[in-house]
C-alpha cells in the first residue's frame, strides 16, 4: 500500500541551542539539541518518532516546517532543498507543510472565531476564489473534522480540549498539505477523547493519502498510528523500525528499556524490567562515544569512544545504531 | 491485615460558583484498608482530585464545601477535626504527594533546609540530627550522593529526583496513608517506572496505605489491589483489580479500556470511542450521568439516579442495566 516515492528527505540534519552560563562571567554553552539525523520519508506513511522530553523530537518536528533553523544538514522536499530558498519559494513551500501542535489551548488564537481560524490559511494562501468559495470550504471542513456547524462563530475558550484539537487538525489540513507534523497531538487529552481524535488523524490520512510525522512519548499510541517507527535518544535516531517490529523484535538497549518501563496492559502481566541506571544526561556541551554509554547495561569499551552510527539490521529496513549489533554486518 | 484504615461515607463535596453550584464530588464511599493500595481512575473533572483533597480537608477555602457525608481514619473523624489537629494529623498520619514535583518544593530553599524544617516542626531535633536524618531519608529513596543533594535547590534537580525527594519527606514521619495524586504524570515513562517501583517498595517496607489517583489504566494494573472508576462526581464501578480487568461491568469502563490502543495487539481496526462528551457538573444529579453517552441507555437511564449496587461480592457497580435480570454484555451493541 505505501508508496515508496520519498517525500522528504532529511540529511544529516543538526541544530544547536546556546545557552547561557549560570552565572554572567561564564562562556556561553552549546546544547545539541539534534546531532546528524538522516531519515528518508516516503510519501504516503505515518512515521513515528517517539522518545523522552528533552530527547530533540519536538525540535525534529519543528525544524521540518520552518520553525527553527537547522545548523547543519539539509532538508528536502520533493528534492528541493528547503532551507536554501529564497522567501517566496518558501511561502509555496508551507502549503505542503503543516503542523498540529500539542496544546489545544495555546495554538488557538482567542479572538479568532473557530471559522476564522479555519479560514486564515486559505486566506492567506490564496487557495480560494470569492467569499463564498471560502464559506463552503470551511463548511466542508467542518463536517470533516466532525464539528458541528452550528458552532461557527463561537470562540476558542467555548470549545472543549477535544473540539479545539479538530479545529486545529482542520486548520492544517484546509489547504491540502501533503505532509503534516502532528506534535503530540493527544498527550493533552482525556483516554475517550484521545482515542476520537486518533481515529479522525487516521480517517483523514486514508482519505487524502496523506503524510503524518507523528511525535509522542506514548509508545501505544504511536504504535497505533505509525508504519515506522524512530526512537530518539539525546537528539540522535537509536533505531528506525516497522511498526510491528518494536513490539516483536525489538533491538537497541534504549528501546528495549523504554519497552519495560511502559505500565502493563493488565494486572497480570509480570513484565521483566530492564533498568536504565540514573538519568538521562545533559544534552549541552561535547560528548564522547554513544549516548546511551552512561546508562547502557551492556555497554561495551568501544561505546565509550565511538559513536554508533545507524546502521541496516535485519529485514524491512529495520535499522539501529549499536555496536552490538555491528558484527552482524560486518 | 483486612482491618479498614480509612473509610469515607457518601462524600458530598460542592463547589459554589457564580454559574450555580457543581457537584464536584457527589456521594463516594470506598474502604481502604492499612498497607493496601487503592486506586482512583477517571477522566479529568471527574472528581478524583477533589476526593483526595476532602480526606485530608486542604478543599480551596470559601468556594469547596464538603457537604455531607463522614471520613473516619483509623477512628478519628476527620471532618471533626480543628485546625491545631489537623496540623499534626496531615504529615503525620496521612501525607500527600501532587503531581507537579517541581511546583511542590519551594523553590527559594535548598532541599536540606526545606527537609530539616520539616523534620524540626514534628520532633524534637538539633540541626545536625536533623540534617542526618535527611541525609538518610534520601538514600532510602536511591538517591546516590544525597550529601551534594541537601545542598542543592530544586531548579537544580531533575522530575525524577524532586519526586523521590518529596517521596522520602513524606515518608519521614512514617505516615500511615500516603495519597499520590498523580505522582507520575509528569515523568517520563522511564523515570515514572522507577517512581512507582519506590513507592511499592516503600509500601512494602513500611506497610503504608496508598490511595493513587491517576487517569493511566496501566499504573492500576501495575500497583493496585483495589480500584474505583469515577464519572462526573460519582463511584460508577469499585472492585479488586484483576476483577476490574476480567469482568468489569459498567459500560463506562468498558468505553475506557476499550479505548486504550494496545501495544500488542495487530490490528488495524479503528479504537472504539466513547461518543460525546462528560456533562456540565451543575446540571448532574437528576439521571444517570452516563445516559448520554452510554450505548445501552433507556428510558429508566435517563430518569432515576443509579445506585450503587453490590452485583457480586466485592464488585460495586452503578447501572440500572446491569441491575436488570440478565443484565448487559460488553460489545452486546455495535457503538454507533
Redo the contacts between chains.
Keep these: 500500500m505505501i508508496d515508496n516515492s520519498i517525500i522528504l528527505q532529511i540529511k544529516n540534519l543538526s541544530k544547536d541551542f546556546e545557552v547561557k552560563g549560570k552565572d554572567l562571567r561564564r562562556k556561553k554553552s552549546v546544547l545539541h539539541a539534534l546531532k546528524d539525523i538522516s531519515l528518508d520519508i516516503r510519501e504516503g506513511e505515518v512515521l513515528g518518532i517517539i522518545g523522552?522530553?528533552g530527547c530533540g523530537k519536538s525540535t525534529l518536528g519543528r525544524c521540518i516546517v520552518g520553525l527553527h533553523k537547522p545548523t547543519g544538514g539539509d532538508i528536502l522536499f520533493e528534492g528541493k532543498s528547503i532551507l536554501s530558498v529564497s522567501s517566496k519559494e518558501r511561502f509555496e513551500l508551507c502549503k505542503n507543510i503543516q503542523m498540529v501542535f500539542q496544546d489545544p489551548y495555546s495554538s488557538l488564537d482567542p479572538r479568532h472565531t473557530a471559522a476564522d481560524s479555519v479560514a486564515e490559511p486559505m486566506i492567506v494562501h490564496k487557495t480560494v476564489k470569492g467569499r463564498q468559495e471560502l464559506e463552503n470550504k470551511v463548511l466542508e471542513l467542518f463536517h470533516q473534522v466532525g464539528l458541528d456547524i452550528q458552532h461557527m462563530n463561537r470562540y476558542p475558550h467555548e470549545f472543549?480540549g477535544?473540539?479545539r484539537q479538530r479545529l486545529n487538525v482542520a486548520r492544517a489540513i484546509s489547504i491540502q498539505p501533503k505532509v503534516v507534523v502532528c506534535d503530540e497531538p493527544v498527550s493533552a487529552l482525556?483516554?475517550?477523547?484521545?482515542?476520537?481524535v486518533?481515529?479522525l488523524l487516521?480517517?483523514l490520512q486514508k482519505k487524502y493519502h496523506l503524510t503524518y510525522i507523528f511525535i509522542s512519548?506514548d509508545?501505544?499510541?504511536v504504535?497505533?498510528v505509525s508504519d515506522r517507527i524512530a526512537i530518539m535518544y539525546l537528539g540522535q535516531i537509536v533505531e528506525l523500525c516497522n511498526g510491528?517490529d518494536i513490539?516483536k523484535n525489538p533491538l537497541h538497549p534504549y528501546t528495549k528499556?523504554?519497552?519495560?518501563?511502559?505500565?502493563?496492559?493488565?494486572?497480570?502481566?509480570n513484565k521483566e524490567?530492564i533498568?536504565?541506571e540514573g538519568?538521562?544526561s545533559s544534552p549541552i556541551g561535547d560528548r564522547e562515544g554513544c549516548p546511551l554509554a552512561g546508562r547502557c547495561p551492556q555497554c561495551l569499551e568501544r561505546c565509550k569512544k565511538e559513536v554508533p552510527s545507524l546502521l541496516q539490521c535485519g529485514e524491512d529496513g529495520h535499522k539501529v545504531a549499536c555496536f552490538l549489533y555491528d558484527k552482524g554486518i560486518v | 491485615m483486612s482491618e479498614a484504615l480509612l473509610t469515607v461515607k457518601d462524600l458530598k463535596t460542592y463547589f459554589y460558583t457564580s454559574g450555580g453550584v457543581s457537584k464536584a464530588v457527589d456521594g463516594v464511599s470506598f474502604q481502604i484498608n492499612r498497607g493496601e493500595i487503592m486506586g482512583i481512575v477517571g477522566?479529568?473533572g471527574s472528581g478524583k482530585s477533589v476526593t483526595s483533597s476532602s480526606i485530608i480537608r486542604l478543599l480551596p477555602s470559601g468556594a469547596g464545601k464538603i457537604v455531607s457525608g463522614s471520613i473516619d481514619f483509623d477512628g478519628t473523624d476527620v471532618l471533626a477535626l480543628n485546625k491545631k489537629e489537623l496540623l499534626s494529623f496531615r504529615g503525620k498520619e496521612v501525607s500527600m504527594i501532587f503531581q507537579n514535583p517541581m511546583t511542590s518544593l519551594s523553590p527559594v530553599f535548598k532541599v536540606g533546609h526545606q527537609m530539616t524544617e520539616l523534620i524540626r516542626t514534628r520532633q524534637k531535633a538539633d540541626r545536625q540530627t536533623a540534617y542526618r536524618m535527611a541525609e538518610e531519608a534520601l538514600m532510602k529513596v536511591g538517591i546516590t550522593d544525597a550529601r551534594r543533594r541537601l545542598d542543592s535547590y530544586p531548579y537544580e534537580l531533575?522530575g525524577?529526583?524532586c519526586q523521590r525527594v518529596i517521596i522520602a519527606m513524606s515518608i519521614l514521619s512514617s505516615p500511615k496513608m500516603i495519597i499520590a495524586d498523580e505522582p507520575t504524570t509528569a515523568l517520563?515513562?522511564?523515570?515514572?517506572?522507577?517512581v512507582?517501583?519506590l513507592l511499592k517498595e516503600m509500601q512494602n517496607i513500611y506497610q503504608t496505605a496508598i490511595l493513587l489517583i491517576t487517569?493511566?489504566?496501566?499504573?492500576v494494573?501495575?500497583m493496585c489491589d483495589s480500584v474505583m472508576v469515577m464519572y462526573a462526581g460519582k463511584t460508577v464501578e469499585y472492585t479488586s483489580?484483576?476483577n476490574l480487568?476480567h469482568n468489569p461491568l459498567h459500560p463506562y469502563t468498558w468505553?475506557?479500556l476499550d479505548?486504550?490502543?494496545?501495544?500488542?495487539s495487530?490490528s488495524e481496526e479503528?479504537?472504539?470511542?466513547?461518543q460525546g462528551?462528560p456533562p456540565d457538573l451543575r446540571l448532574t444529579g437528576t439521571c444517570c450521568n452516563f445516559s448520554n453517552r452510554c450505548p445501552y441507555a433507556n428510558e429508566i437511564c435517563k430518569s432515576v439516579v443509579p445506585e450503587l449496587k453490590e452485583l457480586e461480592p466485592g464488585h460495586f457497580v452503578a447501572c440500572h442495566r446491569q441491575c436488570e435480570a440478565g443484565g448487559l454484555k460488553r460489545g452486546g451493541v455495535d457503538q454507533a
Excluded: F
Aim: with cysteine; proline share 5%.
Design positions: 523522552e522530553s472543549s477535544g473540539q482525556d483516554v475517550s477523547i484521545q482515542a476520537q486518533i481515529n487516521k480517517g512519548h509508545l501505544s499510541v504504535k497505533y510491528r513490539y528499556a523504554l519497552l519495560s518501563a511502559i505500565p502493563p496492559e493488565s494486572p497480570d502481566e524490567r533498568t536504565l538519568e538521562i | 477522566e479529568s531533575s525524577g529526583m517520563d515513562v522511564t523515570i515514572q517506572a522507577q512507582l517501583d487517569h493511566n489504566l496501566g499504573v494494573w501495575k483489580c484483576s480487568y468505553g475506557l479505548s486504550m490502543p494496545r501495544l500488542g495487530e479503528e479504537l472504539s470511542t466513547i462528551t
